[in-house]
């Protein structure tokens, strides 16, 4: 399984950005994909995630309303869009996914429940 993210950069605060996640070596729709961010001197943690057997997603209380994540699966891809950025979303994006088959399976919002990680993309918010 490989995972690669992309569409980081520098951004202003107010603006928008949509982040990438490119995955590759996974044959079959029970997995769930999540993307994670850490803030520099801080841990990783969950921002959203999107059941590729349901299409279900789940956000982090604190970017509920700013933040969507989606799929396109004919290219293999998922996209965190990041709305009205804000400086404290500075750091690296983690993509990240597990195997959860079932349309029951929960989402786990922590780094632990994930086997499979990209190598992150840096987002520096400027004010």
């Known amino acids: 399984v490989r995972l690669m993210e992309s569409g980081g950069g520098l951004v202003q605060a107010g603006g928008s950005l949509r982040l990438a996640c490119e995955f590759s070596?996974?044959?079959?729709?029970?997995?769930?994909m999540a993307w994670f961010h850490q803030s520099p001197g801080k841990g990783r943690e969950f921002v959203a995630a999107?059941?590729?057997?349901?299409?279900?997603?789940h956000y982090a209380d604190s970017v509920e309303g700013r933040f969507t994540i989606s799929k396109n699966e004919p290219k293999s891809t998922v996209y965190l869009d990041i709305n009205t950025v804000k400086p404290e979303d500075t750091g690296v994006y983690y993509c990240?996914?597990?195997?959860?088959?079932?349309?029951?399976?929960?989402?786990?919002?922590?780094?632990?429940?994930?086997?499979?990680w990209g190598q992150g993309t840096q987002v520096t918010v400027s004010s």
């Open positions: 999107i059941s590729r057997v349901t299409g279900r997603t």
């Open positions: 070596g996974i044959y079959t729709t029970a997995y769930t």
């Open positions: 990240a996914a597990d195997f959860r088959p079932g349309d029951r399976a929960p989402i786990i919002l922590t780094p632990a429940g994930y086997e499979y």
